[in-house]
């Protein structure tokens, strides 16, 4: 997705948490806005500019940034749009696989604003390409409950649990998060395994897999599930652990 700013990128405002992180571990002088849910690296030091779906527009304006970072699923394109029409140079990602996520976090670093391509991204490129698909099970992967939503088709978080060889159930609905009844997701034999991430929804030991009394709970870091950026360096190592926790 191009963006049109051919100038130099001295101030960049951030609207996905994974792309902040991006930016923070390469050229944290750039970052001069970022939105609420920016919470990596702890300590980021920038203006906020509120949620990712409900951006203050105003208080990004009035940062002049040269550059808006962006993601097509994580932003509304009527924000984008209004972005633009202020003269504001937006950069819109799209990330549902592993190589879309080092394609465009190097075309962002490199085109976007600039910058060489970091050591990180290639040290989280080596992590992965070296990831064994330790496991061979079918699992479900809830993002919510009341109601119960599912991972579905064409995701990033999926992509990755199938490299390590978790293979979601519901990767060929026809919806990307389908809302599916307990009783459904709870069928003898209909999985080995429910993944449980702490966000978007904050699954806990204590909340969420007693919803689940048939299965294996797999506890996982929502970051290192869904993030792309310098966590995908971590992510294979941590994503193993916590899985091979669970089922033994």
């Given at each position: 997705?191009?963006?049109?700013?051919?100038?130099?990128?001295?101030?960049?405002?951030?609207?996905?948490?994974?792309?902040?992180?991006?930016?923070?571990?390469?050229?944290?002088e750039l970052l001069t806005g970022a939105t609420?849910?920016?919470?990596?690296?702890?300590?980021?030091?920038?203006?906020?500019?509120?949620?990712?779906?409900?951006?203050?527009?105003?208080?990004?304006?009035?940062?002049?940034?040269?550059?808006?970072?962006?993601?097509?699923?994580?932003?509304?394109?009527?924000?984008?749009?209004?972005?633009?029409?202020?003269?504001?140079?937006?950069?819109?990602?799209?990330?549902?696989?592993?190589?879309?996520?080092?394609?465009?976090?190097?075309?962002?670093?490199?085109?976007?604003?600039?910058?060489?391509?970091?050591?990180?991204?290639?040290?989280?490129?080596?992590?992965?390409?070296?990831?064994?698909?330790?496991?061979?099970?079918r699992a479900f992967v809830p993002v919510w409950?009341?109601?119960?939503?599912?991972?579905?088709?064409?995701?990033?978080?999926?992509?990755l649990l199938a490299h390590l060889g978790v293979?979601?159930?519901?990767?060929?609905?026809?919806?990307?998060?389908?809302?599916?009844?307990?009783?459904?997701?709870?069928?003898?034999?209909?999985?080995?395994?429910?993944?449980?991430?702490?966000?978007?929804?904050?699954?806990?030991?204590?909340?969420?897999?007693?919803?689940?009394?048939?299965?294996?709970?797999?506890?996982?870091?929502?970051?290192?599930?869904?993030?792309?950026?310098?966590?995908?360096?971590?992510?294979?190592?941590?994503?193993?652990?916590?899985?091979?926790?669970?089922?033994?």
């Open positions: 997705m191009a963006h049109t700013n051919t100038g130099t990128v001295r101030s960049v405002v951030s609207l996905v948490p994974s792309l902040t992180e991006a930016l923070a571990a390469t050229a944290p609420d849910w920016c919470s990596h690296p702890p300590g980021l030091d920038v203006t906020r500019v509120r949620g990712t779906k409900n951006p203050d527009l105003e208080r990004i304006a009035a940062l002049a940034p040269d550059l808006v970072v962006a993601n097509e699923e994580e932003n509304r394109e009527s924000d984008l749009a209004a972005l633009r029409a202020a003269g504001i140079d937006v950069l819109v990602t799209e990330v549902r696989t592993l190589p879309q996520a080092f394609g465009e976090l190097e075309r962002m670093l490199t085109e976007g604003c600039g910058l060489a391509r970091p050591r990180w991204l290639q040290e989280a490129e080596d992590a992965w390409r070296d990831a064994r698909a330790e496991f061979d099970v409950r009341r109601p119960w939503m599912v991972l579905g088709r064409d995701t990033f978080a999926g992509a293979h979601n159930i519901y990767e060929r609905h026809r919806e990307r998060y389908p809302r599916l009844p307990l009783q459904e997701l709870n069928e003898a034999g209909h999985a080995d395994l429910v993944v449980l991430p702490d966000e978007p929804y904050l699954f806990t030991a204590d909340d969420g897999p007693e919803a689940f009394p048939g299965l294996p709970s797999a506890l996982v870091g929502g970051r290192h599930l869904t993030w792309y950026g310098p966590s995908l360096t971590e992510a294979p190592a941590a994503l193993t652990a916590q899985l091979r926790k669970a089922l033994g």
